[in-house]
């Protein structure tokens, strides 16, 4: 019986192991893939358009980047073991309009990216359960990560709707075209059956 009990704890704890090694890999690609997201929509206006604002109270792509960059930094810094909000952060500075072209643009959101991954590139699976603090409030490292991952993908998705609403009819979807659906399902479909992160293909979605 003791062994049995052994062999079921030792099954147990490879279980939730993998569980974890999974997890780390399915946000990791989610981070990325809205990484890609953004830049592609990016892509899709000219230099003049990235600082275009809406009215006075909007913001416009380039305050998005600069805020979605700042918080990185102070999120992912240091991530396990200081305060998520670090004290250098000067957040209100985020949203004034001081980048002046598209390059320092992309500089500061490749800052913000790059500091994302290698902090998240160090984190075992171990880490997953450790506890961190984000303007004084406990989170574990998963539940960290999920708010991250749910904060730019709300800022991403505004790059994209800004985007899209300057570039009008030379959009170019990010996703499956308007009434592409059934074709694009066709094809998916056609295909044998496989084990993939979605991710793997940015048009999967």
């Known amino acids: 019986m003791g062994s049995v009990k052994v062999k079921k704890t030792l099954g147990l704890i490879f279980y939730l192991k993998r569980m974890e090694e999974n997890y780390l890999m399915d946000i990791r690609k989610l981070f990325a893939y809205y990484k890609a997201l953004g830049e ?44 998520g909000e670090k004290k250098w952060r000067d957040r209100d500075s985020e949203f004034d309009y001081d980048l002046g072209s598209q390059k320092e643009l992309m500089g500061v959101w490749n800052k913000g990216w790059d500091c994302l991954f290698d902090a998240l590139d160090s984190l075992q699976p171990s880490d997953l359960q450790k506890i961190i603090y984000i303007r004084n409030t406990g989170h574990s490292v998963s539940e960290a990560l999920n708010r991250q991952l749910a904060h730019y993908a709300a800022h991403i998705g505004q790059i994209i709707f800004l985007s899209k609403m300057i570039s009008k009819e030379k959009w170019q979807s990010l996703s499956i075209p308007k009434g592409a659906s059934k074709d694009f399902n066709k094809v998916k479909f056609s295909k044998n059956t496989e084990n993939q992160h979605f991710t793997d293909d940015l048009t999967s979605s």
């Open 40 to 83: 592609g929509a990016m892509q899709q206006v000219s230099e003049k358009d990235l600082f275009w604002q809406y009215d006075s109270n909007s913001n416009s792509i380039a305050i998005i980047v600069k805020h979605i960059s700042g918080n990185m930094l102070s999120r992912w810094t240091n991530f396990l073991s200081s305060d």
